[in-house]
């Protein structure tokens, strides 16, 4: 599983004959092994890798245990992660086991069925990002993983709901990080329009979704979309889409907005939380201002 040193139980190294004394010693300051958990050495003496951390925690935790949160959600390759450096690890609720050094242990009841990732027993996604959110007081961590994982399709934002219910059904914060999500919200920045149009009193608003023009012809996937009055609103930061190919692309997205004649309202990220009455106004005159001219004929694909 490891490249470099490898990860070995004091147990496994009596058993193949090498006396504990000798182990010991070579765990010294200055040895050329390292202890790194109780009962667990790594056969060479620097820093270890996250994968020796992670096959430690596991050694410790023993057979049956699970790799969960952030470490198991970087094996599924979800980038957008709160920041905890220790290894996450799910133990059967009737193991005397506690956390240690740099392993976190979670005696559990409802220990999920592991896939293997890269020989690791790994918890499913929906279960490795809630165990991970519980552990992040941060919300726009926690709505931030919560999309990547929806959006790149890792998992269904109903399996998140049903994660919360059976594992943290008393945490509201979960709940409500995860709203957006299940209305649409693929960002966190997306998520804050969400909870603002929801504010607005404005119909209905889909997110994500792609309009056409009359002759099939692909006008844009705006970020929020009225479709009773083909109305369009762009969240559009500063730093992405002002920039080389992204400059170009969103000119030319908004060209075909307007040769869809689509009234499409753009918003920077942070006004949604800096100037939130402002852009409410913004948004509700955007939204009369395409009630008062017939709808275009364009729909969603």
């Not at 133990?91 to 240690?100: F, K």
């Not at 990080?177 to 929801?198: C, F, M, N, Q, T």
């Not at 109305?231 to 930061?237: H, L």
Request: hydrophobic content about 40%; overall charge positive; glycine content about 8%.
């Amino acid at each position: 599983m490891t490249n470099g040193p490898a990860v070995a139980a004091v147990k496994r190294l009596e058993e193949l004959g090498v006396p504990r004394r000798t182990i010991w010693r070579r765990c010294e300051p200055g040895g050329v092994w390292r202890r790194l958990l109780p009962g667990v050495v790594l056969l060479g003496n620097g820093e270890p890798t996250e994968e020796q951390r992670i096959e430690a925690s596991l050694l410790l935790a023993r057979e049956g245990s699970v790799l969960t949160g952030v470490p198991a959600l970087r094996r599924y390759g979800l980038r957008n992660l709160p920041d905890i450096d220790d290894v996450h690890v799910l133990v059967p609720a009737e193991r005397a086991i506690t956390s240690t050094g740099f392993v976190h242990i979670e005696r559990t009841r409802r220990l999920p069925a592991p896939l293997s990732r890269a020989g690791v027993p790994t918890a499913p996604v929906p279960r490795a990002v809630i165990d991970a959110a519980r552990r992040t007081s941060d919300s726009d961590s926690v709505v931030a993983m919560m999309a990547e994982a929806v959006q790149e399709r890792h998992c269904l934002p109903h399996a998140l709901a049903v994660e919360i219910d059976e594992r943290s059904r008393f945490d509201g914060r979960l709940l409500r990080a995860l709203v957006p999500i299940l209305g649409g919200a693929h960002s966190v920045a997306e998520a804050d329009a969400w909870r603002l149009w929801k504010r607005s009193g404005l119909p209905e608003f889909q997110w994500n979704v792609k309009v056409f023009d009359a002759a099939g012809r692909f006008v844009a996937k705006p970020d929020g979309w009225c479709d009773e009055v083909g109305f369009a609103w762009e969240v559009d930061s500063r730093g992405y889409h002002a920039k080389g190919d992204h400059f170009r692309a969103t000119l030319a997205r908004n060209a075909r907005y307007a040769a869809a004649g689509i009234v499409v309202l753009q918003t920077l990220p942070s006004r949604l939380r800096t100037e939130p009455d402002a852009v409410l106004h913004e948004l509700r005159a955007a939204f009369h201002s395409a009630q008062r001219r017939p709808r275009p004929d364009v729909h969603l694909g």
